[in-house]
């Protein structure tokens, strides 16, 4: 984790340094300035091109000073609560630490509050569900890194709670659940979804089956659960691939966030298209000898052309198997030169 600070008088310099050792005793790694012109090495930009410096970089940004100084300063650079950084303002003397953006998502109010154990502060915590200890969607997406496919809705989500509702989940049978449902949900079943017009949230990998106009809104929360396996021909274009995963996900009804990884054969290691592909989109690509793919347990789509041209009967299901899939959920289709199949890996989520 990487956290930047900033101060801006002699004071505020010291209380920079606490934090600074505070947070690097936790491995953090910490760019530290000051911006003063009585200090000799005082940071030479503007605040707004330290801000600019450090948004992408850093996982959390922290002021040293007035709050108003922070607002301004992050004011431009503000996009939405799920790739803004976290930011904290902490006064010169150490009083208070009060996280003024991301303080869910981003992790500011669990720092701050983590800050404030550490360098006997208080931790000013302004958000609803905090204050009335209600359980928070995006707390609990990010402790279970879960994808929120609709910021809106997750706002609607927790305006509900807030207001004394019950809200509806549904959660698909592949995931093992720890601790308790909270209060604050309801677990409904497959059989009662379309009896349900306040159906709010599903936490799995496929889109479920709306009935159209019914006034249903579903907050999908999507975990990293899908490992594709890939084969294809020799010098298959990334866009040959792309379009053929692409369509499998969409016929099945599969979310391309809940793509983990993607594996294929040894023989494809370097391939351009496939290494293109994965790259394009952050997939984590793995391969496999034939003599490892032989062992995947299962049963699976036999190719004899496949088997004389690589060593093995089938390559897209087996390395799917072989990179963690439990089970496959979509076998072998094939289309221009490309085959692809769709495994789960074992997931879970964490109530407690």
């Known amino acids: 984790m990487k956290a930047a600070i900033l101060s801006f008088t002699a004071n ?18 910490v760019a530290e300035n000051v911006k003063c012109k009585e200090e000799a090495d005082s940071y030479e930009g ?32 503000v996009v939405s609560k799920k790739e ?11 009083k208070y630490c009060i996280p003024i953006l991301s303080g869910h998502i981003g992790g500011a109010n669990e720092l701050a509050e983590k800050l404030s154990q550490m360098l006997s502060m208080e931790a000013v915590i302004t958000t609803a569900t905090d204050l009335n200890q209600k359980w928070a969607v995006d707390i609990f997406a990010k402790k279970n890194r879960l994808y929120i496919e609709d910021m809106k809705l997750a706002k609607l989500v927790s305006a509900d709670i807030l207001a004394g ?19 604050e949900l309801k677990s409904i079943h497959e059989s009662d979804r379309c009896h349900s017009r306040a159906l709010k949230i599903h936490i799995g990998i496929c889109k479920n089956d709306v009935p159209a106009g019914n006034g249903t809104q579903v907050l999908y929360l999507i975990p990293k659960a899908v490992v594709l396996g890939i084969g294809c021909k020799k010098g298959t274009t990334a866009e040959k691939i792309e379009k053929h995963v692409t369509q499998v996900l969409e016929d099945y009804g599969i979310f391309p966030e809940a793509v983990k990884l993607a594996a294929s054969i040894d023989l494809k290691k370097e391939e351009p ?15 496999f000898s034939k003599e490892e793919l032989e062992q995947a347990e299962g ?8 088997k004389q041209t690589t060593g093995v009967d089938n390559v897209c299901e087996r390395s799917a198997m072989c990179a963690g899939g439990e089970k496959i959920l979509v076998h072998k289709t094939a289309h221009d030169g490309v085959t692809v199949a769709v495994a789960v890996e074992k997931w879970r989520v964490d109530f407690e």
């Open 84 to 94: 803004d950084p976290a930011v904290l303002v902490i006064d010169e003397l150490g």
């Open 299 to 306: 049963t699976f789509t036999r190719s004899e052309f496949v």
């Open 12 to 29: 505020g310099r010291k209380m920079a340094g606490k934090v600074r050792k505070a947070l690097s005793s936790e491995d953090w790694l």
């Open 46 to 77: 503007s605040l707004k091109e330290w801000t600019e410096e450090h948004w992408k970089a850093s996982d959390v940004l922290i002021y040293v000073g007035a709050a108003g100084i922070a607002v301004r300063a992050v004011a431009s650079f």
């Open 273 to 287: 298209g496939l290494c293109t592909y994965c790259e394009k989109y952050g997939i984590p690509f793995q391969t």
């Open 165 to 183: 509702k019950q809200v509806l989940a549904e959660i698909e049978p592949e995931c093992s659940l720890i601790g308790q449902i909270p209060k």
